[in-house]
């Protein structure tokens, strides 16, 4: 694997005016980071498409495809595989590009790597293979809590119905509330529901309260509090 770096001067300079028309050709939404992977599509010329990993840090350019060409199978398969691969370097920002003619280029921190096969290491990066460290795993739980604490609070509240009654007076501590038993059919709602769709319905119904989003902060606090007071009970999704 032959290992060539570029700079920055070098990089702006290769990128030029067609560079530029190319990258904003290939930027797709206006939210998308205009990191190294539009870059590494626009430099060489080609055609691309640009998929993110869900961590924004990993993006595979497949030149030879449009930006709003629907990869095909196989190839979609092949850009799954290689953001897999990519994610071992959890904290990192890397972009691969596969080339029309099949060959692997991985650019990260400044440096080019061509001929890169799939498993294998990159010099200059340690694998860590999504382990987090105590500090990260401190803030993590720290967070959860505060989220948890948030959702005992609305559980105990009125404030989110209308007559007076609260979560907890039918369902003291969520006891009875099996939300390891999710997804499942809920005769009430007459079709398969998750969680949410249940703590919905109790607002609607027994406090007669407004439905909240599935993605409102008080949903998920909710979810969040009713999830851990089931903390390490096996999953048996449909149970009744």
Request: proline fraction near 5%.
């Amino acid at each position: 694997m032959s290992t060539r770096t570029i700079g920055l001067v070098g990089l702006v300079g290769l990128l030029g005016c067609l560079g530029a028309a190319a990258l904003l050709a290939d930027s797709g939404s206006a939210d998308e980071p205009r990191g190294l992977a539009v870059q590494a599509g626009a430099r060489d010329g080609w055609a691309s498409r640009t998929v993110w990993a869900c961590d924004r840090r990993k993006a595979v350019v497949v030149q030879g495809v449009r930006p709003d060409e629907k990869l095909s199978p196989a190839k979609a398969q092949q850009v799954a595989d290689l953001l897999t691969d990519l994610m071992r370097y959890c904290n990192e920002e890397i972009t691969a590009t596969i080339g029309v003619d099949q060959v692997i280029t991985v650019e990260t921190g400044g440096r080019v790597y061509e001929d890169y096969v799939p498993g294998q290491d990159l010099p200059i990066l340690q694998a860590s293979f999504g382990e987090p460290t105590a500090r990260e795993r401190k803030i993590w739980d720290l967070e959860l809590a505060k989220v948890v604490k948030e959702g005992d609070r609305l559980f105990h509240s009125d404030e989110i119905g209308t007559n007076g009654l609260a979560c907890a007076m039918c369902h003291p501590d969520a006891s009875n509330t099996h939300p390891e038993t999710y997804p499942k059919f809920q005769a009430q709602l007459k079709k398969v529901a998750l969680l949410r769709d249940m703590v919905n319905w109790c607002i609607q119904n027994p406090l007669e309260g407004k439905p909240l989003a599935y993605d409102d902060p008080r949903m998920v606090a909710l979810e969040s509090f009713i999830l851990s007071k089931r903390a390490g009970t096996p999953l048996q999704a449909g149970k009744h």
